[in-house]
């Protein structure tokens, strides 16, 4: 099975620190994504990636960046962590084409920011 | 690219089919239907996906209309294990998916 595995389930930061969320996937896949989920407002495209290297903006972006200097690791980073980025954080990898279906999902890492 | 609707809740009996719609009135010729759904505080599990013609696996059945506006998942026999969020998706642009708020489905002892 393929396995996603982000590096922390809980994580408490403080406002202005640099935070790294880390994802590792073990199948090989060229794709990579961060998302963020919040009550309400579902599951939103924070970044992606479809090779070493490359990365592509999503939904938002904004006090976030990313790096994947390694196929099978993708990094989130908050350059200074707020109280408004406090949320689940999850990482996801696919095969190409574009029809696969094959999403697999991390468990999750849930930020708090204080 | 396509957007979906879907009702934020519904509730189903134990035992009973589970059946969960979902609108995409402007879905292109080329977007798949996909399903996925999310048991708390896990991350989001491929159940299926269709283009045109109804599809079933071991998890559920997904039922697509003739005019690809609309859809319905069905979990034939609903267990509490099934309770979840279900997240209907017929967007795709590149290679990313994008989720909306999806259907909490509450199965009922």
Known sequence: DVKVTQSSRYLVKRTGEKVFLECVQDMDHENMFWYRQDP??????????????????????????????KKERFSL????????????????????????????????TRLTVV | DAKTTQPPSMDCAEGRAANLPCNHSTISGNEYVYWYRQIHSQGPQYIIHGLKNNETNEMASLIITEDRKSSTLILPHATLRDTAVYYCI?????????????TSLTVIP
């Open chain 2, 90 to 102: 017929a967007r795709v642009t590149g290679n990313q998916f994008y989720f909306g708020t999806g």
């Open chain 1, 77 to 108: 980073i908050l350059e200074s962590a707020s109280t408004n980025q406090t949320s689940m954080y999850l990482c996801a990898s696919s095969r190409r084409p574009r029809a696969s279906p094959d999403y697999t999902f991390g468990s999750g």
């Open chain 1, 40 to 69: 309400g407002l579902g599951l939103r495209l924070i970044y992606f990636s479809y090779d070493v290297k490359m990365k592509e903006k999503g939904d938002i972006p904004e006090g976030y960046s990313v790096s994947r200097e």
